[in-house]
């Protein structure tokens, strides 16, 4: 069975300080990743999937296959920052999503 | 711009009651997804449609029934609403194909059942 796991659930860094959220995941084929986002009172939206490779809002995520992770990183964080992080992992139903991250950036 | 709408923001009901979430997206996509969203529990999928009158269970169907009689429209349905029904509600579509398995989340109903 599928299965995402974020192991926090709350990170709060300061500022302008490094950001790493943790994902990682089971899966027995060739998994395709995901992060979203969900900024306060706002609906739910992807961030960025791995297969692009590019960098959103300063984020990046690379999928390591020998750790079976797929953390997001920013090198410094932005009080803008601050919302609700769901790692998700597709497969044939769909998407399966971790429980999340709640980020908070502090100034 | 993909719009998936949800018919309430906010709804309160009484145990007991048939309850029914409306779900409507306009950009053709023929995959629709409820999921319920509850903090430290993350999102669960409830059910999902890859196409009119058709649907699959997902992780958590019991005490909820839906419906997709057009493609556009997927609706959930509490039988009998409880109070462990209380909870956000999450509409979601897309379209194989097309960045398959991105899928595009509605604003939300926040369902009270007291």
């Known amino acids: 069975a599928q299965r995402v796991t974020q192991p926090e659930k709350l990170l709060s860094v300061f500022k302008g300080a490094p950001v790493e959220l943790k994902c990682n995941y089971s899966y027995s084929g060739s998994p395709e990743l995901f992060w979203y986002v969900q900024y306060s009172r706002q609906r739910l939206q992807l961030l960025l999937r791995?297969?692009s490779r590019e960098s959103i809002k300063g984020f990046t995520a690379d999928l390591n296959k020998g750790e079976t992770s797929f953390h997001l990183k920013k090198p410094f964080a932005q009080e803008e920052d601050s919302a609700m992080y769901y790692c998700?992992?597709?497969?044939?139903?769909?998407?399966?999503f971790g429980k999340g991250t709640h980020l908070i950036i502090q100034p | 711009d993909v719009k998936v709408t949800q018919s309430s923001r906010y709804l309160v009901k009484r145990t007991g009651e048939k309850v029914f979430l409306e779900c409507v997206q306009d950009m053709d996509h023929e995959n629709m997804f409820w999921y319920r969203q509850d903090p430290g529990l993350g999102l669960r999928l409830i059910y999902f449609s890859y196409d009119v009158k058709m649907k699959e269970k997902g992780d958590i169907p019991e005490g909820y029934s839906v419906s997709r009689e057009k493609k556009e429209r997927f609706s959930l349905i509490l039988e009998s609403a409880s109070t462990n029904q209380t909870s956000m509600y999450l509409c979601a579509s897309s379209s194989p194909g097309q960045g398959a398995d991105e899928q595009y989340f509605g604003p939300g109903t926040r369902l009270t059942v007291t």
């Open positions: 998700a992992l597709g497969g044939a139903d769909g998407l399966t």
């Open positions: 791995h297969i």
